[in-house]
């Protein structure tokens, strides 16, 4: 009985841990919020993506800051209809803003491939 308990908590920690995704991922640390998404680890495989909200007046961007050491990551950015805002695959060591034209909530998602470094997504 104890182990059937004990495998099931494993199981929903497992299913918390991850936002929305399908990923295979060695010691990952990660942190987010209503308006960003950070996160760094060994190796990422897979994919996640979450939600990013962006509030206020003026102008809306995403600040971007990719880390690479192998492997490869791609980011989509997309607005509250599905629409793309930002596609890039194979990204190298860099940081850029993405402009978007309002307040919302929008879809980040990011994809693995053996990738070892970091990302950081942040909603202005």
């Given at each position: 009985?104890?182990?059937?308990?004990a495998?099931?908590?494993?199981a929903?920690?497992?299913?918390?841990?991850?936002?929305?995704?399908?990923s295979?991922?060695l010691i990952?640390n990660?942190?987010?919020?209503?308006?960003?998404w950070?996160?760094?680890?060994?190796?990422?495989?897979?994919?996640?993506?979450?939600y990013?909200?962006i509030?206020g007046e003026?102008?809306?961007?995403?600040?971007?800051?990719?880390?690479?050491?192998?492997?490869?990551?791609?980011?989509?950015?997309k607005?509250?209809?599905?629409?793309?805002?930002?596609?890039?695959?194979?990204?190298?060591s860099?940081?850029?803003?993405?402009?978007?034209?309002?307040?919302?909530?929008?879809?980040?998602r990011?994809?693995?491939?053996?990738?070892?470094?970091?990302?950081?997504?942040?909603?202005?």
């Amino acid at each position: 009985m104890k182990k059937i308990v004990a495998v099931l908590v494993i199981a929903v920690c497992l299913a918390g841990c991850t936002a929305f995704g399908s990923s295979a991922v060695l010691i990952m640390n990660e942190d987010k919020g209503d308006n960003y998404w950070k996160a760094d680890y060994v190796k990422f495989n897979g994919y996640k993506e979450r939600y990013i909200s962006i509030s206020g007046e003026g102008e809306h961007t995403f600040s971007v800051e990719i880390v690479t050491d192998s492997g490869e990551l791609g980011l989509t950015i997309k607005d509250s209809e599905g629409e793309e805002c930002y596609t890039g695959n194979d990204l190298q060591s860099t940081s850029f803003s993405v402009g978007v034209d309002s307040p919302g909530k929008y879809t980040v998602r990011v994809d693995a491939d053996d990738h070892t470094g970091s990302f950081n997504v942040e909603g202005e």
